[in-house]
């Protein structure tokens, strides 16, 4: 299968308003359940969890009126145009084929799969049934990543040179007690896939198209079989080189990005999500006021964030047009986080051409390098 996929396109005359639910009634499906109930022409018709508990109090607090205990019931009842994927990434692919065959969209959360194997059949699914798959890498959305792109797109600011991508986020030990974290089985990875694909994926949609990657993981603190650092080195299409750090290790927790050009430098630092005080482009010496002022965030704010992404995708839903190019994409991030893992176990540098090969594209393991001990453990060994 080719590394990059067209999207699938819906027919031209949805029906409005559209019927969406959501599968998986955790934390993140309140960000969910909260930015369909502000969108015009949808509706929030069911949810579903295993959990009666779970799913009686979320369907409470969003006057949601159909509840079920399992997809499959939710499907056989609900004639549905938007399924939203809110369940641990283990059981994504098999529940999106599921809401494809139904004739669903799908909205999943990331990670959207536990490799590029598991992605590539959910793409291959949307693509047979003419259905979209959006995963959801918030951080893309609102006004000034927009304007940032074009900005950089247009060659307004010269070539990309060097950047960095840090996520320094911070989780206890209480975080990882959770059945399905900290393991490859279940997780699919570390921090580098559960939480750096974030920001990741932000630059990646900055920058475009990657070439290679050379990766190390650790783990220095947790006792999981996964990492809970790593740093990379990502060398991209256009020639930038970026260095990559994922970690929960850092007290002090953000996000950030620095994207140096030819022209300019552009920073961003936040921590779960962003609007235009969190940016920052600095002209060159050479560039002048005039030319640095033309830069300028748009005065109408969007901030990012599941508001953001959810509006831009079922506006273009609903015109007939399929998933809006926001979302396209939805492989690379996952490449680039597989081509560190695989670098990380074999020692050397991941061209992205080598991701053609099926045995890379297959579960997600990676020596690390285990500091507890000061001894170098195998990628499902803790």
Known sequence: ?????????????????????????????????????????????????????????????????????????MLAAEPLDVLHICTPPGGHAEQTAAAFAAGAHVVVEKPAALSLVELDTMVDAGRAASRGLAVVFQQRSGSAAAHVRALLDSGALGRPLSALCQTNWFRTAEYFTVPWRGTWASEGGGTTLSHGSHQIDLLAYLLGEWSSVHA?????????????????????ASGAVASVVSTVLAPRQSSLLRIDTENATIELEHLYGHGHAHWRITPAPHVDARTAGSWALPDQEIPSGHDALFTEVYASLLAGRGMPDLVGHPARALEIVTGMYASAREGRWIPRADLEDPALRGPLTAPIIDARHRSRSGGSAA
């Open 1 to 73: 299968m080719p590394l990059s996929s067209p999207a699938a396109q819906p027919p031209a005359e949805p029906r409005v308003p559209l019927r969406a639910a959501i599968l998986g009634t955790g934390g993140v499906a309140h960000l969910h359940a909260a930015a369909l109930l502000g969108l015009p022409d949808v509706e929030l018709v069911a949810a579903a969890d295993p959990s009666e508990q779970h799913l009686g109090a979320f369907a409470e607090t969003y006057r949601v009126p159909s509840r079920y205990s399992s997809l499959t019931a």
């Open 216 to 236: 190390t993981m650790w783990r220095l603190e947790h006792d999981v079989e996964t990492e809970d650092l790593s740093h990379a080195s990502l060398v991209f």
